[in-house]
């Protein structure tokens, strides 16, 4: 069993966070060894009896705290018999031979770290620095070598394209430690093989890499489930951000309750694209929103500041020509909405920190490096409060001191918390210690194909730039290059990009001319071969040169769609177009455009009120005159229009049916200035955005009214009126119809 998940703290418990998984009637148990925790001594397995009720209940045991959550698919109470296998997997039987399984998460973070035990974890990320700065001053750190790594992460979606939190069963059906989860419910993700920068480096990724996600398709189907490759999942809605989202281990909770502590409040923020969106949310499950194709690159510590400052230089031009992630929670907002809303989604900071400029947790960095990776996290120790702890080496210092590289988990726990878009990371692998550059801004898909040229595209800048530059300092100003990432994340291809010399011009023409050659010459340098060089910066060429990046491809198509059903729809037929042509494993430069899909099951777009109602509201205040809502429904051709307060609440509805009333008592002559509080209705029926569409129906035909305003915690959100619910209800009775012919 590994010993992140099996051990508990030294003499003390184990606990574990489970998420149920049945596994089939009167199955046999696995085998597997025994349960241990503390020094390894093995646990005497208990019979325990639970209680499932809607909250988690804690059932102890010798030795063993376990943290359950609610099974609704069960009987009351139940008896279980606990086995643990070698993936960290614990079992349990019902009294009638029926099965589960459950998952256990990183138990060496602790959850609720005391003032002293975040006091000695400070101590201990000290002397980590400490240990690292001499490990470089004697060059242990491993030098003359280059690597490539790379991380995929998918989303998993149901037959509605929509997110399905299914993580846990297609990860029990994989069986395969490449494969792990992430934040949410609704992610996974695979650790690739470490390549050797060199040959056949980049078709061996591709090779593993799409043998990864066929892997990962084919469990997925056994759970009734598909993957997407796609940087955000258009089809999220903030219904699937919950904390019932989220994958229930120690680390997220701890995360989660760390972050949100912090602020003093919830997340609050507004993405200005094509759309506006403006998004309150309060816990940490917006950065669950966000999957990438994360490329490392091992480098020589000497060489780490250079080229870290080309990572950096690079980045821009790299993500303008990868894009894949234009829309957020419905709304068209930047052609790589994960730079944004990554951002804010683990911002830490209080109202009085941002007000006085702390940098969030992530970024971009604000300056070049000079000397060393110890800079970076230095920094960032500096900056960023301790937010999670774990136990740590006695003495990295005199591990090193008798030639032992440490692992140092402070270190690595820590830097773990800061999210710089190009990441330093220290590993040892075989005793030997390395460091290497985690390049986070490239999304995942659209295709696998289109990843690997991504990754092609980055290192070949990488390689290229390294032996060409001396100084990337030399020729442009760190401002100049943040400036690129940041226009790359809002336009994509067509963003302005600053170089070398104060020259100015479109990404587009920077990467054709200048870029794709340099990235040749660099994999050429490291001996690619050539025929691998050909296809996935082919690839990259093909892109850009016709300007189809993923995010283009789903603004143009939504563009195409606008006319054509609802929001919901249109987004559910790009999901289901990117899901179909991704798999067919073309690189978005030859795909067509998602067209709106007549074969859908379009009830699963019509189950609640949120999904079809209007929220481009016009409204009126209590103290405007009434002329102002007759005219207004005159211009817009509309019976109902909603009365609210400076705050947004609602206080009353104007209804066509009262400006007829008014004109009938004479009430509304030019001499009288008759007020929309003097005739609205003040005590309007509404319903929430959760509500279901026939629950709707049927209110308004009980209450006998023809518009529904809708509001969630006292705020009008929109608008749902008969017209609505008559073009629902044909739409679905033609295709009820046109299905019995």
């Known amino acids: ?64 705290k376990l943290s359950f959550l609610h099974d609704t698919a069960r009987s009351a109470v139940v008896l279980c018999i606990l086995i643990a296998d070698m993936h960290g997997c614990v079992y349990y039987q019902y009294r ?18 005391d003032e002293t035990t975040r006091q000695a974890f400070m101590k201990s990320l000290l002397n980590e ?59 996974i993700e695979a650790n690739l093989s470490v390549q050797a920068f060199d040959s056949n480096c980049l078709s061996r990724m591709e090779s593993e890499a799409q043998e990864v996600y066929a892997k990962a398709r084919k469990a997925a189907h056994l759970c009734d489930s598909e993957i997407a490759l796609t940087g955000i999942l258009p089809t999220l809605t903030k219904k699937n951000l919950g904390l019932d989202s989220m994958v229930p281990t120690s680390r997220y909770y701890a995360l989660n309750d760390a972050i949100m502590a912090l602020r003093g409040d919830d997340l609050q ?21 966000n999957t990438s194709f994360q490329v490392h690159f091992q480098v020589s510590p000497d060489n780490f500041a250079r080229y870290y400052n080309i990572a950096q230089t690079v980045t821009g031009p790299l993500l303008a020509a990868a894009v894949n992630s234009p829309v957020l929670l419905g709304k068209r907002l930047w052609h790589e909405t994960r730079i944004s809303v990554f951002e804010y989604s683990v911002d830490a900071r209080s109202a009085t920190h941002q007000t006085r400029g702390l940098k969030p947790r992530v970024h971009f960095g604000d300056h070049w490096v000079d000397q060393s990776v110890t800079e970076i996290f230095k920094e960032d120790i500096a900056r960023f409060r ?34 710089r878009w190009n990441r330093p990371c220290y590993g040892v692998h075989g005793g030997v210690p390395h460091l290497r550059i985690e390049n986070r801004v490239i999304p995942s898909g659209p295709t696998v194909l289109d990843e ?15 032996d060409e530059v001396d100084d990337v300092r030399e020729l442009i100003r760190f401002e100049e290059v943040k400036a690129n990432f940041m226009a790359a994340a809002r336009d994509g291809i067509r963003a302005q990009m600053n170089w070398f010399g104060d020259t100015h011009m479109p990404a587009r023409e920077l990467i054709l001319e200048q870029l794709l050659p340099l990235a040749e010459k660099g994999l050429r340098s490291a001996n690619v071969d050539q025929p691998d060089i050909d296809r996935y910066l082919g690839v990259m060429r093909d892109r850009v040169t016709t300007r189809r990046t993923g995010a283009r491809w789903a603004l143009e198509s939504l563009s195409d769609m606008q006319d054509r059903g609802t929001n919901d729809q249109r987004l559910r037929s790009l999901v289901a177009s990117m899901v179909k042509q991704q798999s067919s494993g073309r690189p978005i430069s030859e795909w067509e455009l998602a067209e709106f899909s007549e074969t ?43 009365v609210e307060g400076d705050d947004g609440e609602l206080v009353g509805l104007v209804t066509h049916r009262a400006l007829l009333r008014l004109v009938a008592t004479g009430r509304g002559g030019e001499s009288q200035k008759v007020t929309v509080d003097e005739i609205m209705r003040r ?56 299905e019995g012919e």
Not at 155 to 177: H, N, R, S, Y
Not at 452 to 466: H, K, L, S, W, Y
Not at 714 to 730: A, M, P, Q
């Open 96 to 113: 009638d031979g029926y099965l589960g399984r459950y998952l256990m998460g990183e138990q060496n973070i602790k959850e609720h770290a």
């Open 600 to 642: 859908l099951d379009w009830r699963a777009s019509y189950l609640k009120v949120s999904q079809f109602m209007a929220t481009d509201l016009f409204t009126v205040r209590p103290e405007d005159i009434v002329d102002f809502a007759a005219t207004l429904m005159d211009w817009r051709h509309v019976r109902h229009v909603p």
């Open 1 to 64: 069993m590994d010993d992140r998940i099996a051990r508990g703290p030294k003499g003390g418990n184990l606990w574990l966070h489970c998420r149920v998984r049945p596994l089939g009637k009167d199955q046999p148990f696995p085998a597997g060894p025994a349960l241990y925790c503390g020094h390894r001594v093995p646990l005497k397995v208990p019979l325990i009896t639970m209680q499932y009720k809607s909250m988690p209940r804690v059932c102890e045991g010798p030795n063993l």
């Open 452 to 466: 690997i040229a991504n990754t092609a595209f980055f290192i070949g800048m990488m390689a290229g730039m390294g």
């Open 269 to 289: 923020f507004t993405i200005n694209g094509i759309d506006q969106l403006t998004v309150c949310h309060d816990n940490l499950m917006l950065e669950a929103c």
């Open 386 to 419: 301790v937010i999670l702890t774990t136990e740590t080496e006695t003495d990295p210092v005199a591990m090193v001191e008798q030639g032992i590289a440490p692992k140092l988990k402070a270190l690595c726990l820590h830097n773990g918390t800061v999210y």
């Open 129 to 187: 620095v400490v240990a690292l700065e001499t490990m470089l001053d004697r060059g242990m750190v491993e030098s003359g070598v280059s690597r490539i790594g790379a991380e995929q992460e998918m989303f998993l979606i149901d037959g509605d394209q929509k997110p399905t939190l299914t993580a846990l069963d297609v990860l029990a059906q994989l069986d395969d430690e490449r494969f792990t989860h992430e934040l949410g419910l609704f992610n």
């Open 683 to 738: 005590d309007p029926v509404t319903v929430t955005s959760d509500t279901s569409t026939v629950r709707a129906i049927r209110l308004m035909r009980e209450e006998q009214v023809s518009c529904l305003p809708v509001v969630d915690e006292g705020k009008l959100v929109g608008l749902i009126t008969e017209h609505d619910l008559i073009i629902v209800s044909s739409y679905l009775l033609e295709r009820y119809l046109d």
